[in-house]
């Protein structure tokens, strides 16, 4: 079954991505993320650690693009 991620999930983990590579994330942008995921996950009827391991590995590892 494919995770389902919110546009607003995404956006909220590309925050904390750019955060944790300028070495500035902080404790409130951390806990927003793992608040989204939660209330995401239960809303959906998700695993919460499915929803973050997709949610982390569309934001930190995305598919390659396919050349136009």
């Not at 955060?19 to 009827?45: C, R, Y």
Request: aromatic share 2%; glycine share 2%; charged share 25%.
């Amino acid at each position: 079954m494919a995770i389902e991620l919110s546009d607003e999930l995404i956006k909220l983990e590309e925050a904390a991505w750019a955060e944790i590579q300028a070495k500035e994330l902080t404790p409130n942008t951390a806990a927003a993320v793992q608040a989204a995921i939660t209330a995401h996950a239960e809303a959906t009827g998700q695993s919460r650690y499915d929803v973050e391991a997709a949610l982390k590995k569309r934001v930190r590892h995305p598919e390659p693009q396919p050349a136009s």
